[in-house]
């Protein structure tokens, strides 16, 4: 059976103190609506907004962050943002952090055709399956991506396998 991986990497984490302050004096939904968004953020709009200092600006930037994306900006909707925030609620109500591979996937992706979890102590670390049967909006036809307990537990953490990480990184 052929297994195809993806990736994709969040910005990274705040790194240095200045960032980590800035992060932590935003009111919380503005914290809750970075975290949504961290995937598709880029390092400098991240730092344009953790740069502002009033709740009007950040809800401008916002609003300008989502029409910039729009991609029928003709229509009164934004099918990108409805899509992305339909996206996190499944994300939230299945996986407790969105920075998760898991999550992540799913935010990139959506629900899976299809999710199968394999047990093999024995022979196999536990490994999580999801198919694509249609694709995505993003990626055209059937695709697979496959996720590697880090303990023993089925339902654990997981991280993303990649076919260039090898077969032995599957092995129990």
């Known amino acids: 059976c052929l297994l195809i991986g993806f990736a994709t990497s ?23 609506w970075l975290e949504s968004v961290e995937l598709m953020l880029t390092e400098a709009e991240r730092e344009v907004f953790l740069g502002l200092s009033e709740n009007y600006q950040r809800d401008h930037f916002i609003r300008r962050f989502w029409k910039v994306r729009d991609p029928f900006q003709q229509t009164a909707r934004n099918e990108f943002q409805e899509l992305w925030e339909q ?12 920075a998760s591979a898991r999550a ?13 979890r394999y047990t093999c102590a024995e022979v196999l670390k536990s490994l999580e399956v999801w198919e694509y049967h249609d694709g995505s909006e993003r990626i055209r036809g059937y695709f697979t991506l496959v996720f590697i307990g880090l303990n023993a537990e089925a339902r ?3 991280v ?13």
């Open 10 to 32: 969040a910005a990274p984490p705040a790194g240095d103190e200045t960032e980590a302050t800035a992060l932590s004096a935003l009111p919380e939904r503005y914290q809750r």
């Open 87 to 98: 996206r996190v609620i499944q994300a939230q109500e299945h996986f407790k952090d969105l």
């Open 160 to 172: 993303q396998w990649q076919p260039s990480d090898g077969l032995s990184r599957l092995m129990a």
């Open 156 to 158: 654990g953490p997981r």
């Open 104 to 116: 992540q996937m799913m935010l990139t992706f959506g629900e899976p055709s299809r999710r199968q």
